[in-house]
Nanobody, 126 residues
C-alpha cells in the first residue's frame, strides 16, 4: 500500500504561481510513475501531468504545457507540480496519483493509477 498526501493548494491571482507537493509513505516512490490530475464540480477528473519512475520522461496535458512542471525527489518520496502563469480555468481540486508500471512510461489515464492522494484545492482569481 502507498499513502499519498497532497499539499500546497491555495488562492492565487491570475498570473501567479503555486507549487503542489505530494508525499508518499508505505513504499518507496521509485517503483511508481507519478501523475497529477484535477477535477472541477460536475466534470470528470482530467490528466494534468505525469513523470516516469526515474524522472527522465514527462508528459503534460496541452492546456498546461509550458506553464506547469512536474518533478520528483525519490530520496524524499515526494512529487511536485510547479504551476506558473495560472489562469482562472486552472481552478480545481488537484490530486496526485501513483502507478506501478514500467520504467519509462508516463501514464495519462485515470484508470491506470493505483493510489491517490486526498486532493488539494487550487483557486485562481481573475
Amino acid at each position: 500500500q502507498v499513502q499519498l498526501v497532497d499539499a500546497g493548494g491555495g488562492l492565487v491571482q491570475a498570473g501567479g504561481s503555486l507549487r503542489l507537493s505530494c508525499v508518499a509513505s508505505g513504499r518507496t516512490l521509485s517503483n511508481y510513475a507519478l501523475g497529477w490530475f484535477r477535477q472541477t464540480p460536475g466534470k470528470e477528473r482530467e490528466f494534468v501531468a505525469a513523470i516516469s519512475r526515474g524522472g527522465s520522461s514527462t508528459s503534460y496535458a496541452d492546456s498546461v504545457a509550458g506553464r506547469f512542471t512536474i518533478s520528483r525527489d525519490n530520496a524524499k518520496n515526494t512529487v511536485y507540480l510547479q504551476m506558473n502563469s495560472l489562469k482562472p480555468e486552472d481552478t480545481a481540486v488537484y490530486y496526485c496519483a501513483a502507478d506501478a508500471t514500467r520504467y519509462l512510461y508516463t501514464p495519462r489515464g485515470e484508470s491506470e493509477y493505483d493510489y491517490w492522494g486526498q486532493g488539494t484545492q487550487v483557486t485562481v482569481s481573475s
